[in-house]
């Protein structure tokens, strides 16, 4: 039996409360987030946030525009210390970490905007996706001379293989500006697939993207985490995508949760269609 199955994505409780697909019960979360909040000045822009995401789980954070999402995903990264509440990834704390601790932790994303080196080649952004773990790898080969050359061609052969995952891999040595926007979203996912997370957050990857684009990147998702064995969180507005392909989805609104639970909790939630549509008649 497939360990991704539809029967092993049926969400069941911690012993906390906190809901994870069934297969992930007996593993450590990959993100605990207790009582997240942020405030800017007089503003609060995220409060009392929290939610689990399970070691293999297809997560969504959904909400109206301006709800609070990206900033959340920016707590979790440490781009904002949180005014309030904690963070566990991995079962360790992320408080006082810089960004870059916290990505060596085991946490990548990709962004609203595409965040592309453009000028340099496809396979040289993938490689410095790879900045978590490779500085390591060439000073050990140099150390023990093994020499520079050989670790440099073991991080090219890694990087190719990503690429090649993605059928990027005959794009190689081209610019990554001058590639089609479909394929520099994907570029995007490789060069975070390439810090070797544990937990891989995607700032509403199908924007712009038609519907056979759409349909692509929900299978590469897929593909991403029955490779990689890893959780994804998913920014979307696309419902059809996050109704297709998320097992837990939580929901924002002015920065705080109003509802948690599966595809058929959400989508039949008065709270959230009013969230999204507003108010019906008198």
Same mark, same amino acid.
Do not use: W
């Given at each position: *039996?497939?360990?991704?199955?539809?029967?092993?994505?049926?969400?069941?409780?911690?012993?906390?409360?906190?809901?994870?697909?069934?297969?992930?019960?007996?593993? *450590?979360?990959?993100?605990?987030?207790?009582?997240?909040?942020?405030?800017?000045?007089?503003?609060?822009?995220?409060?009392?946030?929290?939610?689990?995401?399970?070691?293999?789980?297809?997560?969504?954070?959904? =909400?109206?525009?301006?709800?609070?999402?990206?900033?959340?995903?920016?707590?979790?990264?440490?781009?904002?210390?949180?005014?309030?509440? /904690?963070?566990?990834?991995? =079962?360790?704390?992320?408080?006082?970490?810089?960004?870059?601790?916290?990505?060596?932790?085991?946490?990548?994303?990709?962004?609203?905007?595409?965040?592309?080196?453009?000028?340099?080649?496809?396979?040289?952004?993938?490689?410095?996706?790879?900045?978590?773990?490779?500085?390591?790898?060439?000073?050990?080969?140099?150390?023990?001379?093994?020499?520079? =050359?050989?670790?440099?061609?073991?991080?090219?052969?890694?990087?190719?293989?990503?690429?090649?995952?993605?059928?990027?891999?005959?794009?190689?040595?081209?610019?990554?500006?001058?590639?089609?926007?479909?394929?520099?979203?994907?570029?995007?996912?490789?060069?975070?697939?390439?810090?070797?997370?544990?937990?891989?957050?995607?700032?509403?990857?199908?924007?712009?993207? /038609?519907?056979?684009?759409?349909?692509?990147? *929900?299978? /590469?998702?897929?593909?991403?985490?029955?490779?990689?064995?890893?959780?994804?969180?998913?920014?979307?507005?696309?419902?059809?995508?996050?109704?297709?392909?998320?097992?837990?989805?939580?929901?924002?609104?002015? =920065?705080?949760?109003?509802?948690?639970?599966?595809?058929?909790?959400?989508?039949?939630?008065?709270?959230?269609?009013?969230?999204?549509?507003?108010?019906?008649?008198?």
């Amino acid at each position: *039996m497939n360990q991704y199955d539809k029967a092993s994505s049926r969400l069941v409780p911690y012993p906390s409360g906190a809901l994870v697909p069934e297969r992930d019960l007996h593993a *450590m979360p990959v993100l605990e987030a207790r009582h997240l909040g942020i405030d800017f000045g007089g503003l609060t822009a995220v409060d009392d946030f929290s939610v689990t995401v399970g070691a293999t789980e297809i997560a969504g954070l959904i =909400g109206p525009n301006g709800a609070g999402k990206t900033t959340v995903f920016n707590l979790l990264t440490n781009v904002y210390q949180p005014t309030r509440g /904690n963070i566990m990834l991995n =079962g360790y704390s992320t408080a006082g970490k810089s960004t870059h601790q916290v990505s060596k932790m085991g946490i990548a994303r990709t962004f609203q905007n595409i965040r592309l080196f453009s000028n340099m080649s496809v396979l040289d952004n993938v490689k410095v996706g790879m900045h978590n773990h490779i500085n390591e790898n060439l000073l050990a080969a140099a150390f023990h001379g093994f020499g520079y =050359g050989k670790a440099e061609k073991a991080a090219a052969d890694s990087a190719m293989e990503l690429l090649d995952f993605f059928h990027l891999a005959d794009l190689a040595k081209a610019p990554a500006g001058s590639l089609p926007y479909g394929a520099q979203r994907r570029l995007e996912i490789v060069r975070a697939l390439a810090s070797q997370p544990r937990l891989l957050l995607l700032d509403e990857p199908a924007a712009g993207m /038609n519907p056979s684009e759409t349909h692509e990147l *929900m299978e /590469n998702i897929r593909r991403i985490r029955d490779t990689f064995h890893i959780a994804i969180m998913l920014i979307e507005h696309d419902m059809s995508l996050v109704m297709g392909i998320c097992e837990g989805i939580c929901v924002l609104n002015y =920065g705080r949760i109003i509802a948690k639970g599966s595809p058929e909790d959400i989508k039949s939630n008065p709270v959230v269609i009013e969230a999204y549509l507003g108010k019906q008649g008198g």
